[in-house]
């Protein structure tokens, strides 16, 4: 039985539902067509039973089961609540879009639905079936990142710069990286820039980056476009210049209403996207076009401060269709196998501030990746991940591009790493020595996953103080 403890994240049932089902016991539940059911921490697969007379195919794909059919019920039982942050969708009792089933209250889907739903299913090329295992989070390393991988995926926001400035340094290290022979990849799941901008900006900040350098989520997207449906194929855009560039790119043609019988609907945020760009985007999909997201991120950064992003743009059209999209930018594994392709990357390392993007994104990739400090996410978040949002190495920053990097040695439930030591002991880590504060990090890290994958939650508050003392 897999569990994911998250220590100082424990969410409180709530009073007026029924508790959250344990052990084997298996929680029946209704499921709206289309959407993908996270079974990561179920104690069993989803079992699926027919409704109705009809089928109930369910291909499941790295922890998640996607249900293409309308009007299904799937029973699944939870060893812990699933942290509903992490994915599009989860199956909770009474949450999302699952509540307990109700077969009596149940519709019974149109032929034409269920055909429109099949179709759907039948085309879905979302996530890869199968990629090559990352490395096991905190690997010891030897020769210096940039020697070792020899192109970097380089997430941009909270990495290379933050708002309006570069992040401190970063343009030297990338510098110092690129002669120590590691090329610079830089991609963003942002759609509504054209590479060629993003590069421009990159270069207001001292940073070298060409267009070439630059991989956006507008060009996964129409990279699974043309592999779909092959070059010349008519596409409708519920965006703006960024997908359109990306588009042309891979020789696709764009049209320019739904009346024009596109074979696919490609959506990412730009300023002009309105209603009747959404509108006639669904009209589209709900006639048969194959539905395409740049990204899900709800919110985007904008000199005014957050801003809505596109997985609100993207919820508004799902209001009016029965499908989920195929999404292209990270978490999804389609972006960053694009920048693998379009950078011709041998030994790929991901470098990013969040966890349930970048490196979820890189762990389903198989990709190694680097957390750097500089961003969103902090050392109390990672302690705190679950497996899935593990990284292979985390640094302070990206001089670490140009270092080896220290494994933690593991013996008899101690975690050490240069002078310190983390044990697990009554439902909190120890931490011990002195030294480098990142070392005494990855020797916390050990001991808290460690402690959390046995069923252990171990809080880590006291051994952080222990290392913010130590920053000063
Ligand atoms: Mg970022």
């Known amino acids: 039985m897999r569990q994911h403890h998250r220590p100082g994240r424990v969410q409180p049932e709530p009073a007026d539902q029924p508790a959250q089902p344990r052990g084997a016991d298996l929680l029946p539940v209704h ?16 079992r699926a039973q027919p409704v109705r007379g009809l089928l109930v195919p369910i291909g499941t794909e790295r922890g998640i ?14 060893s812990q609540p699933p942290d509903q942050g992490r994915f599009q969708h989860v199956v909770r009792w009474g949450r999302d879009r699952a509540q307990p089933a109700d077969l009596a209250g149940d519709e019974s889907p149109g032929a034409e639905r269920v055909e429109a739903q099949r179709r759907h299913a039948r085309n879905r090329t979302g996530s890869p079936v199968s990629a090559p295992k990352p490395p096991r989070p905190l690997s010891a ?35 110092t990286a690129s002669d120590a022979g590691m090329r610079i990849g830089y991609i963003t799941n942002n759609a509504s820039r054209s590479p060629e901008a993003v590069a421009e900006h990159l270069r207001s900040f001292g940073l070298p980056a060409e267009s070439e350098d630059v991989v956006t989520s507008a060009q996964a997207a ?3 476009v043309a592999a779909e449906f092959g070059a010349g194929s008519p596409v409708l855009v519920v965006g703006g210049e960024g997908i359109r560039a990306a588009l042309e790119e891979y020789e696709l043609r764009e049209v320019r209403s739904s009346d024009d019988k596109p074979v696919a609907v490609v959506q990412g945020f730009a300023p002009e996207v309105d209603w009747v760009m959404l509108a006639d985007g669904a009209h589209a999909i709900n006639a048969g076009a194959k539905w395409f ?15 809505p992003g ?35 990357a041998k030994r790929p390392l991901m470098i990013g501030d969040r966890l349930d993007t970048d490196i979820a994104g890189a762990n389903r990739a198989g990709i190694a990746s680097l957390w750097v400090a500089t961003g969103v996410d902090t050392a109390a978040d990672l302690a705190s991940a679950p497996p899935q949002l593990r990284p292979t190495y985390v640094a302070a920053g990206l001089a670490a591009l140009t270092e080896p990097q220290p494994g933690v040695e593991v013996a008899r439930g101690k975690h050490r790493c240069g002078g310190w030591e983390a044990i697990a002991a009554g439902g909190e880590v120890l931490l011990t020595g002195d030294g480098d504060r990142y070392d005494g990090l990855r020797a916390l890290l050990s001991a808290a996953w460690a402690a959390a994958d046995s069923g252990k939650a171990a809080d880590v508050t006291e051994a952080l103080g222990k290392l913010d003392a130590r920053a000063g």
């Open 31 to 46: 499921v709206q067509c289309g959407v993908a059911v996270l079974y990561d921490d179920a104690v069993a697969l989803p």
């Open 222 to 224: 129409a990279r699974l």
């Open 65 to 78: 089961a996607w249900k293409d059919e309308p009007h299904h019920v799937v029973q699944i039982g939870f």
């Open 293 to 307: 997201a740049t990204n899900l991120d709800m919110t985007i950064p904008t000199s005014g401060g957050r801003a």
């Open 310 to 344: 596109n997985g609100t743009l993207v919820k508004a059209v799902r209001a009016a269709v029965d499908v989920d999209p195929v999404v292209a930018g990270k978490p999804e594994p389609p972006l960053l196998t694009t920048s693998v392709e379009r950078l011709d």
């Open 141 to 175: 390393i030897e020769e210096p990142l940039a020697s070792a991988y020899d192109v970097a995926l380089l997430d941009l926001d909270g990495v290379v710069y933050v708002g309006p400035d570069a992040v401190a340094g970063a343009p030297d290290q990338l510098r």
